[in-house]
């Protein structure tokens, strides 16, 4: 007779159901006690790669007229690809929905702690300041280029 080994009660890379129910804080509260670290990585290479080919493709003298709103439409588009990682549970999902994400141990902190004692910046201003930075780096790259 042969032997199966029993599988484990709840495996979190294959259960998709819900964690246990406890006292949920609303989302507004939420992001003030998690630690959530944003990952525009995937965001930032299409990006690239849409400008790479808008430049190769468009002519000089379209390319002032027909980027700008290019750029605009492509950031909408390519939005999905924006990603948040939490440093508590090592869920990583899409930044649309970083609000709705309180893992055990989110929750356990929104209950123990106070907002102020919680010193980690919240997803949508490193959001904010990863496309600060991506803009910077691409004006300085076409000021570069635009002095040869």
């Given at each position: 007779?042969?032997?199966?080994?029993?599988?484990?009660?709840?495996?979190?890379?294959?259960?998709?159901?819900?964690?246990?129910?406890?006292?949920?804080?609303?989302?507004?509260?939420?992001?003030?006690?998690q630690?959530?670290?944003?990952?525009?990585f995937?965001?930032?290479?299409?990006?690239?790669?849409?400008?790479?080919?808008?430049?190769?493709i468009?002519?000089?003298?379209?390319?002032?007229?027909?980027?700008p709103?290019?750029?605009?439409?492509?950031?909408?588009l390519?939005?999905?690809?924006?990603?948040?990682?939490?440093?508590?549970?090592?869920?990583?999902a899409?930044?649309?929905?970083?609000?709705?994400?309180?893992?055990?141990?989110?929750?356990?902190?929104?209950?123990?702690?106070?907002?102020?004692?919680?010193?980690?910046?919240?997803?949508?201003?490193?959001?904010?300041?990863?496309?600060?930075g991506?803009?910077?780096?691409?004006?300085?790259?076409?000021?570069?280029?635009?002095?040869?």
């Amino acid at each position: 007779m042969r032997r199966h080994a029993t599988p484990p009660a709840r495996d979190p890379d294959f259960d998709s159901s819900p964690t246990p129910a406890g006292p949920r804080p609303s989302a507004e509260v939420v992001a003030f006690y998690q630690r959530l670290v944003v990952n525009p990585f995937l965001w930032v290479a299409a990006l690239s790669g849409v400008c790479a080919a808008a430049t190769l493709i468009l002519t000089p003298a379209r390319r002032a007229s027909v980027f700008p709103p290019l750029l605009v439409v492509a950031c909408w588009l390519l939005y999905p690809l924006v990603q948040y990682h939490c440093l508590d549970c090592g869920k990583t999902a899409g930044f649309r929905r970083w609000r709705r994400h309180a893992c055990p141990r989110v929750r356990e902190r929104w209950a123990t702690t106070r907002p102020d004692q919680s010193r980690f910046v919240t997803a949508p201003t490193q959001l904010a300041l990863w496309v600060l930075g991506t803009c910077l780096i691409a004006l300085l790259a076409v000021t570069s280029v635009a002095r040869r």
